[in-house]
């Protein structure tokens, strides 16, 4: 798989750029990145430092939307720290930022790319992905798939009771997306909150003795604590790491076509993904809506990529 990874970095955004990085199936074309867990500074110079951290100064970094198409941007310092990628002393990059805007490389790599040969991957607020079919309308068919993190319908909202942080970040971006006609698989908060990290799943990362190992531990530690005192749980939910394993092993998820719509005018629900899994509704199924995991399977693929970082 040809993949560009669309991404708000953030530990759990790390975990899947390396996991992206430690996979020979996978071929990332370009990271591309946007605000949202922080600023696009942030997003940007996290992105450098987690290509670094993985051997791979060659990886092309482009810097995307600073805020969302319409609303203020909304950023999770709280949850991923000041740097949004506190918990290890990463240092600072040395590989250069591409000049290039993130959106017009996504519109001329799938322009000039063969037509179905690449496949977005969306870890963040979806602003660069809808600015992208917005200005140029012919990337939608031949986009092979979209797969993100986003959305949540039976779990519920994690920013506020009825959305998820990507989507409610922006809503219309999402809107567009869902609307896009592209094939889309969706990870919401239904299936992200089985990927839980334990004490004994970071010891494991943490003891395959690289720098990548000790880095990913001290990420994960800093980063699950935000979701222990919240949910009381005993570890973090690694999001976005959700969709990179989908691209490697589908089988680990379970899940359905169905209709999903996004709310962007009730502020009560801004954000919200509505998801007809029953199919009450006549609507088009535009998403394959995953909800359950074999996390033990999930969790054993990422620990033996990251090995061979
Ligand atoms: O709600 C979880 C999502 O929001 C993840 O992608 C996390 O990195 C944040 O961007
Ligand atoms: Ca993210």
């Known amino acids: 798989r040809r993949i560009i990874i669309d991404t708000d970095p953030g530990q759990d955004d790390a975990v899947a750029i390396l996991l992206a990085l430690g996979s020979a199936e996978i071929e990332v074309a370009g990271i591309t990145c ?23 100064p060659d990886i092309r970094v482009f810097a995307g939307a600073i805020r969302p198409l319409t609303r203020q941007l909304v950023t999770a310092e ?11 002393q990463l240092p600072e990059p040395i590989m250069k930022l591409q000049d290039r805007y993130a959106v017009d490389f996504i519109v001329e790599t799938l322009m000039g790319e ?3 040969s690449i496949t977005l991957c969306a870890l963040g607020p979806l602003t660069n992905l809808a600015l992208a079919l917005i200005r140029e309308p012919r990337t939608a068919p ?11 319908f039976f779990e519920g909202g994690n920013i506020t009771p009825a959305a998820e942080f990507n989507i409610y970040v922006d809503p219309h971006a999402a809107d567009v997306v869902l609307k896009s006609g592209v094939p889309i698989v969706m990870m919401p908060l239904d299936v ?21 190992g000790r880095a990913v531990a001290d990420m994960l530690e800093f980063y699950e604590r ?24 589908p089988e680990l998820f379970r899940g359905r076509n169905c209709n999903v719509v996004v709310e962007t005018a009730s502020e009560l629900t801004m954000g919200m993904t509505v998801i007809d899994w029953w199919g009450v509704t ?4 535009n998403a394959t809506v995953m909800r359950d995991i074999d996390h ?14």
């Not at 709280?78 to 290890?88: A, I, K, S």
């Not at 031949?142 to 949540?152: A, N, P, S, T």
């Not at 033990?296 to 970082?309: H, K, P, S």
């Open 282 to 285: 006549k609507r088009p199924k």
């Open 142 to 152: 031949r986009i092979r798939e979209i797969v993100l993190m986003g959305g949540g």
């Open 226 to 249: 935000f979701d222990e005192e919240k949910y009381g749980s005993d570890g973090g939910p690694l999001h976005d790491p959700c969709v990179i394993a989908y691209l490697l092993k």
């Open 78 to 88: 709280e949850v991923h720290g000041q740097t949004g990628l506190d918990g290890p």
């Open 114 to 116: 063969e037509s179905g």
């Open 34 to 56: 946007v605000a949202g867990n922080v600023s696009l500074k942030l997003t940007e110079n996290n992105a450098r430092k987690i290509c670094e951290l993985a051997g791979r």
């Open 296 to 309: 033990d399977g999930f969790f054993a693929l990422l620990t033996e990529r990251l090995a061979r970082l």
């Open 192 to 212: 992200t909150h089985k990927a839980m990290t334990t004490a004994k799943r970071t010891a494991e990362i943490r003891n395959l003795g690289t720098s990548v």
